[in-house]
């Protein structure tokens, strides 16, 4: 089957500026094959009914789940902590509006296959408050105890805007950015291919922080250190310095970073949605009209996974946290991939050696947040001297590092991330409790703006999280060190089973952590659909011949294999 033909995209289906998540590692069009009218594929009637186990309710485990049940399938889904996964908005209470987005807070046009599920679900999005964005009115960049304020780019004092052009440039020179940007609009799977391949090779072994320094953009300290505490797009990125430039340039290419929206009422709304969304007759196999996964279910998830064997012939036999024992002839792992080392008792012949040490060595980035509701959006409160706002979407070297101002309207009560920090910076927060970890914020942030008294218009607790801490999940998303290229290629190229001994089929993983984006939902889902057609073949289904599916073009556009 021709890769070209998986491959074509009207401009409809992708991205403003014509960029989606496409590759550059696997450059297939999850986005389309999703909305094809023909479906994503069939299974055997004798399949119909069929039990397949899915280890987690989180966006992989229910879109895994969702498109399962389409098909005609039994998916049986088991969650341990709480449906959504990290997709967790927490409401703040007595107050029904407002959520904190613990998990994933702001979403790139670029992930076009995750708003497909966003548009299936019915909800709606729009512009988050980045920094030096539209959607922010403000920024006020603090370094070294030096705020400066800026509306727009153009605001900035030149050494900033010195340092943006430097990463440009850097890109542009070293990276060929225009136009793998060009390839990908285009999806033009050789040219992503002729660019992207060399680098894997190159690059594999190089840090973020390497990067920068051995080029001559970012010959000076004080630039890399402004760099990476500005950073581009979202914010300072110095604590992603000690991972492999491939999964910066991924982001840079897919501009992930860029043009985010946030979903009105919490990204929550869609593993919610997704559980009780029945789908039309016509485009589910099998079951009848109304059949959603929480009908199927009879009520919520099964409890989480504790043990999990292989029993003849070919089953998988999981035993969860009630002590009920189901065996299936197949299962998707969604959780992250640290669960089956820690939480769940396996069986070692679920995965050859090899992928066990992709999974040992999986590395995730800690990461915290803290949120507070507030009365009213004073932030907008003009400075009668300066005719500034009052306060401002905040990058510092502060604890801190990023605030965001999250408004609901005029005079309504909203919301502020007093930080998001990641690594070092997260670690920093771990022993502190909710109020104290406030306290600290508020004494930096105080510093920045004497004139504010924010503490007066905090109106509930600070809700707070430490994705380290969490036992179901043990780190925010995984990012892979220099070295990890291989580890990751085994994980994501694991749905591909015709390739294994048949001892080791039937176990399928997905998840951000298994992508090659991960971090970004957009990962999820679409490892999702790999497991999903991992699923169905395993099974003795196909795709359609208009629609062919990842495995299917697998030959055709897959990842770089390096050597040993
Ligand atoms: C701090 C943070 C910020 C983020 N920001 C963004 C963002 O802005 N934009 C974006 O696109 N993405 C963002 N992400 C990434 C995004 O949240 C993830 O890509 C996505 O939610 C992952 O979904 P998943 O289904 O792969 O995994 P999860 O959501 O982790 O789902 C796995 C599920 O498995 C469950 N589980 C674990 N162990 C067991 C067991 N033994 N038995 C049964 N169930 C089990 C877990 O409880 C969990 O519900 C962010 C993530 C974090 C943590």
Redesign the pocket.
């Known amino acids: 089957m021709s890769a070209t033909r998986t491959a074509t995209a009207t401009r409809r289906d992708i991205g403003p500026d014509g960029i989606s998540m496409f590759g550059p590692d696997f450059p297939f069009a999850y986005d389309n094959h999703v909305r094809h009218p023909a479906g994503i594929g069939r299974v055997p009637p004798d399949q119909h009914g069929r039990e397949v186990a899915v280890?987690?309710?989180?966006?992989?485990?229910l879109v895994t789940a969702f498109e399962l049940m389409k098909l005609g399938l039994r998916p049986v889904v088991?969650?341990?902590?709480?449906l959504?996964?990290?997709?967790r908005s927490e409401r703040f209470a007595g107050h029904a509006g407002l959520v904190a987005e613990?998990?994933?807070?702001?979403?790139p046009e670029s992930?076009t296959t995750?708003f497909h599920y966003f548009d299936r679900c019915g909800l709606r999005t729009r512009p988050f408050p980045n920094p030096l964005t539209p959607a922010s009115n403000s920024t006020v960049i603090d370094l070294k105890s030096r705020p400066v304020y800026a509306e727009g780019e153009e605001d900035l004092p030149p050494i900033y805007r010195k340092v943006l052009k430097a990463w440009d440039d850097l890109l542009e020179n070293r990276a060929a950015f225009a136009a793998m940007q060009e390839a990908i609009r285009q999806r033009d799977v050789a040219a992503i291919k002729a660019i992207w391949n060399p680098q894997v090779k190159r690059l594999d072994d190089c840090t973020f922080y390497q990067f920068l320094a051995h080029s001559t953009e970012f010959a000076s300290f004080r630039d890399r250190e402004i760099f990476g505490q500005v950073g581009f797009g979202t914010g300072g990125w110095d604590t992603d310095f000690p991972n492999s430039m491939l999964e910066i340039l991924r982001v840079a290419y897919t501009s992930a970073d860029d043009n985010h929206r946030a979903v009105i009422g919490g990204v929550q709304q869609l593993p919610e949605t997704l559980w009780q969304l029945a789908p039309s007759r016509d485009e589910m196999a099998h079951w009848p009209a109304g059949t959603s996964l929480a009908l199927l279910h009879e009520g919520p998830p099964r409890p989480?996974?504790r043990e999990i064997y292989r029993t003849h012939p070919g089953n998988i036999t999981l035993v969860d946290q009630s002590g009920a024992i189901r065996t299936y002839p197949a299962m998707v792992m969604?959780?992250?991939v640290w669960?089956l080392l820690s939480?769940?008792r396996c069986d070692e012949a679920l995965f050859p050696a090899d992928h066990w040490t992709a999974i040992e060595r999986t590395h995730y980035t800690q990461?915290s947040?803290t949120f507070v509701a507030v009365d009213r959006p004073f932030w907008q409160d003009k400075d009668p001297r300066t005719g500034r706002d009052a306060m401002s979407t905040t990058l510092t070297d502060r604890m801190t590092r990023s605030t965001y101002l999250l408004g609901e309207g005029d005079d309504r009560p909203g919301v502020i991330c007093l930080s998001y920090t990641w690594n070092d910076d997260a670690l920093k927060w771990l022993p502190l409790s909710a109020s104290q970890r406030m306290d600290v914020m508020l004494e930096s942030l105080g510093e920045i703006y004497p004139g504010v008294n924010l503490r007066r218009h905090i109106i509930t607790d600070p809700i707070t999280v430490s994705?380290e801490l969490e036992p179901?999940?043990m780190g925010?998303?995984k990012a892979n060190l220099p070295g990890h290229y291989r580890y990751q290629h085994r994980l994501f190229t694991h749905f591909m089973q015709d390739r294994l001994p048949p001892g080791y089929q039937g176990v399928f993983l997905?998840?951000?952590d298994v992508s090659w984006t991960?971090?970004?939902?957009?990962?999820?889902v679409t490892t999702a659909l790999n497991a999903v057609w991992g699923v169905m073949r395993h099974l003795g289904g196909e795709t359609h011949p208009d629609n062919p599916g990842p495995g299917d073009v697998f030959d055709a556009i897959a990842p770089l294999e390096l050597d040993d």
């Not at 088991?78 to 709480?82: M, T």
């Not at 959504?84 to 997709?87: H, S, V």
């Open positions: 280890i987690g309710a989180g966006c992989a485990g088991y969650e341990a902590d709480r959504g996964g990290r997709m613990l998990g994933a807070m702001r979403f992930s995750l989480g996974v969604s959780a992250q669960m939480q769940i990461s947040k994705w179901y999940f925010a998303f997905c998840g951000d991960a971090g970004w939902a957009e990962g999820a």
